[in-house]
């Protein structure tokens, strides 16, 4: 537990370093072996966090260890695991490049770039649910097991992975394929997507 607790610091560093969260923004879990989840807790910056600060908790969200207070988010994170069980880490920030799309309900799925085709395919939004509630688990659910990312509608971008450096890779990747996007479309205006056969080329060597 210890290399999968410090690797959660060093991506919640990460995290704050590189601006995709504020303040007490974002949530970090990964699932243990014993099939409990490693998370962080609510009220913290990733940026401060140290290992003791984190808490296990089973996927039910019933506290198993730790003395700090769990995320309203925690239940987004735990409905992912429970509906893909490959998934053994989740990663949620609000980068800005991402969460503008989020803000604007506009999915990452203009095929320009092959780097994000291949290492993240479509980013969907999901529908708006209110923070902290149920019903933002209910909004991802339909994409964990066909899709790497999701965006949140009016919220930010959720990714998970195999491990944690994975579903970090994956989050890193969306807000640059966001930011490409944005700075292609929206600001000079030209777009030159990758041919149909281009794509099917880059999906047989991913």
């Known amino acids: 537990m210890n290399g999968i607790a410090e690797k959660i610091i060093e991506i919640g560093k990460k995290m704050y370093e590189r601006g995709f969260v504020a303040a007490n923004d974002g949530n ?9 989840i490693l998370i962080t807790p609510t009220g913290v910056s990733k940026g401060d966090m140290t290992a003791d600060m ?18 309203s988010e925690t239940g987004m994170h735990l409905r992912i695991y429970k509906e893909n069980t490959e998934i053994c880490a989740v990663v949620h920030a609000h980068p800005p490049y991402s969460t503008a ?4 309900e506009q999915p990452l799925d203009l095929p320009i ?13 999901a529908p708006y649910a209110k923070p902290g509630t149920p019903a933002v688990g209910d909004s991802v659910a339909p994409y964990c ?11 930010g971008l959720v990714a998970w992975g195999r ?6 890779h994956r989050m890193e990747a969306a807000e640059g394929y ?3 996007i944005l700075l292609t479309k929206y600001v000079m205006g030209i777009v030159k997507p990758l041919t ?11």
Do not use: M
Not at 28 to 36: K, N
Not at 113 to 125: F, T
Not at 148 to 153: G, H, I, N, S, T
Not at 163 to 168: G, K, R
């Open 196 to 206: 149909q056969k281009e794509i099917n080329e880059l999906k047989t060597e991913g």
């Open 28 to 36: 970090i879990s990964a699932r243990l072996p014993d099939g409990s």
């Open 145 to 155: 097991k066909t899709h790497r990312a999701v965006l949140l509608a009016h919220h």
């Open 54 to 71: 984190l808490l296990r908790v089973n996927l039910e969200g019933k506290i198993l260890s730790g003395s700090g207070k769990k995320s």
């Open 101 to 104: 799309f989020a803000v604007a």
């Open 113 to 125: 770039y092959p780097e994000a085709l291949v290492l993240l395919g479509e980013v969907p939004c």
């Open 163 to 168: 491990d944690l450096t994975e579903a970090w």
């Open 178 to 180: 966001a930011r490409i």
